[in-house]
């Protein structure tokens, strides 16, 4: 089901469904150039100006909706509760306390009532559609732009080849509705841009172009390019490239990839119970015997909240979990997850700043580890939510990290493998590579000084920390933006220093302090040397060629 409308603005289909219609072109507006027929495959990527789905200002709205029916039934409370819970009410039966309601009818204003809230009705639909109307996106060869606004405008574009990835987001409502809303992911702050909403299969479609198109301009340095000429010849090319296709039969690169890992649910639950936050729940649930003991009553006001917040934080977490998987496509990187809201995300090669793999010291006992990353979000610096897909997983053994980390880092030639299990996570050993805490100030590092380190090599710097928390910290050089030295009053007494990788900023930490200063400085000229022939060589980020 695709989300194409005329350009009088109404589905030309009952279902939403329609052929390709005539674009929508706002006055003014100069015709973008249309992306390469070979890389697209849905009528609303074809470089003219389209509008979103028709249901979109009925969710965009429905907050606001919501908002006045709260209002209603807030000023309606005593009505409800007498006509529906009768027996908590101190008043006599049969009494219905003073309310809009009583004063409507009392004044006889009951047509007066109805026109004021259906003219407020009519005065939204018409806000409503006004909005999408003049709601209009584009998908040309070179960005996605989307323009909005009624009486002020506004025009946000996302140059193609700045993309970091491209997220499907299905809300519950939205689910029910078959629609899913697409956010392009920039390469800056407050970059990203939205779509919302389509239909789920439309918004599918437009993924995969728009991945394709990011990849496709390196198609077009080999002669690939929008089609031109007359109109025979098109019908020509068109007819060609049907051929063509019964030749080389259907086209599943848009299909959902099987999951290269499967989380059962029982770990899903038992790893959040084996968390900080349940000794968190422990050290309250101690608190409050002790002040129940000493008879402070006002302390046992906070049961209630606290308990409600640690069980909202368990259901979150243990729902956003479920339906998880993680699967290589051509386009790059494929992420789902979310039993109420489904988020799915492919991230492109070339987009992973930085990688983590670590094992809190309850998990050590299981055999069980998690993945975070730092990559670009394209989100604003007001924006204080937590990055979704930085746990790229959330738990899994050591076959499900092997198999994620080979997807999420390819370049990594075989021979530097055992820097990651063998002498990274589990290490150290024997022979360790690594440059460590030297013994003279291992009291800096009491618990961690043999596994605190670092290493690196023609690809990757490896960071080593941690005892009860084991940390592997993986930074590919061509992603570095650079490395420097950090020594403080303490680490000048003890020619100690901090070796710091500086990638983008996310919930992995690329530093690793305490190391001995000549080796810190060998590491800090080795890792520029490096990161610079590592970046002239990369390609990664030029997946189509």
């Given at each position: 089901m695709t989300d194409h409308t005329g350009s009088d603005g109404r589905p030309t289909d009952p279902r939403w469904d329609p052929p390709p219609a005539e674009a929508v072109v706002p006055e003014g507006a100069a015709p973008g150039d249309a992306p390469p027929r070979a890389l697209v495959r849905s009528p609303l990527s074809d470089g003219e100006w389209q509008r979103l789905h028709p249901l979109t200002p009925l969710l965009r709205g429905g907050l606001f909706l919501l908002v006045i029916i709260g209002i209603i039934v807030a000023n309606l409370r005593e009505r409800l509760i007498e006509l529906f819970l009768p027996a908590v009410t101190d008043l006599p039966p049969g009494v219905i306390p003073p309310d809009p309601v009583d004063f409507i009818l009392a004044n006889n204003l009951i047509l007066i009532a109805a026109g004021g809230a259906l003219a407020v009705l009519i005065v939204l639909l018409v806000i409503f559609r006004l909005s999408w109307r003049?709601?209009?996106f584009r998908i040309s060869d070179d960005d996605v732009e989307v323009r909005s606004g009624v009486l002020f405008r506004t025009h946000r574009r996302a140059p193609l080849d700045r993309v970091q990835g491209v997220n499907l987001t299905r809300p519950?409502?939205?689910?029910?509705?078959?629609?899913?809303?697409?956010?392009?992911v920039g390469a800056g702050l407050d970059s990203n841009v939205k779509l919302e909403y389509l239909s789920a299969k439309a918004a599918e479609t437009v993924r995969g172009d728009i991945l394709r198109l990011a990849s496709g301009r390196r198609l077009a340095e080999r002669g690939v390019s929008s089609p031109a000429g007359s109109a025979?010849?098109?019908?020509?090319?068109?007819?060609?490239?049907?051929?063509?296709?019964?030749?080389?039969?259907?086209?599943?690169?848009?299909?959902?990839?099987?999951?290269?890992?499967?989380?059962?649910?029982g770990r899903l639950v038992a790893s959040r119970l084996l968390s900080g936050s349940t000794l968190m729940l422990v050290a309250l649930i101690i608190a409050i015997i002790v002040g129940a003991s000493l008879s402070t009553l006002w302390f046992l006001f906070t049961i209630v909240p606290a308990f409600l917040a640690f069980g909202a934080y368990y259901v979150r977490s243990i729902a956003r979990g479920l339906r998880y998987s993680i699967a290589p496509s051509p386009d790059g990187v494929r992420l789902t997850f979310g039993l109420f809201t489904t988020i799915s995300e492919v991230v492109p090669p070339g987009r992973v700043h930085a990688i983590e793999v670590h094992q809190p010291l309850l998990w050590r006992p299981?055999?069980?580890?998690?993945?975070?990353?730092?990559?670009?979000?394209?989100?604003?610096?007001?924006?204080?939510?937590?990055?979704?897909?930085?746990?790229?997983?959330?738990?899994?053994?050591?076959?499900?990290?092997?198999?994620?980390?080979?997807?999420?880092?390819?370049?990594?030639?075989p021979e530097e493998w055992s820097l990651v299990f063998r002498d990274g996570i589990l290490g150290p050993i024997d022979d360790d590579?690594?440059?460590?805490?030297?013994?003279?100030?291992r009291l800096l590092r009491p618990l961690s000084w043999r596994r605190n380190g670092a290493v690196v090599t023609p690809d990757a710097l490896f960071l080593r920390r941690g005892w009860v928390r084991r940390t592997l910290v993986i930074v590919p050089l061509?992603?570095?933006?650079?490395?420097?030295?950090?020594?403080g009053p303490l680490g000048r007494a003890t020619r100690t220093a901090t070796l710091a990788a500086h990638v983008i900023a996310g919930t992995v930490r690329t530093s690793v302090g305490a190391l001995d200063r000549d080796a810190?400085?060998?590491?800090?000229?080795?890792?520029?040397?490096?990161?610079?022939?590592a970046a002239a060589e990369d390609r990664s980020h030029r997946w189509a060629g």
């Open positions: 003049f709601h209009t519950m409502v939205a689910r029910l509705l078959g629609l899913a809303k697409l956010e392009v025979v010849q098109q019908a020509a090319d068109a007819v060609a490239a049907g051929i063509q296709g019964i030749v080389d039969g259907e086209d599943f690169s848009d299909a959902e990839p099987e999951s290269i890992v499967r989380i059962p649910f299981f055999g069980w580890w998690s993945i975070s990353v730092n990559r670009l979000t394209g989100r604003g610096s007001t924006d204080s939510t937590t990055d979704p897909f930085a746990a790229v997983l959330p738990i899994g053994t050591r076959d499900d990290v092997e198999r994620v980390l080979r997807i999420l880092a390819p370049a990594l030639p590579p690594y440059v460590v805490t030297p013994r003279r100030v061509a992603r570095l933006q650079s490395v420097g030295l950090r020594q810190a400085l060998t590491l800090f000229d080795d890792t520029a040397r490096a990161t610079v022939a």
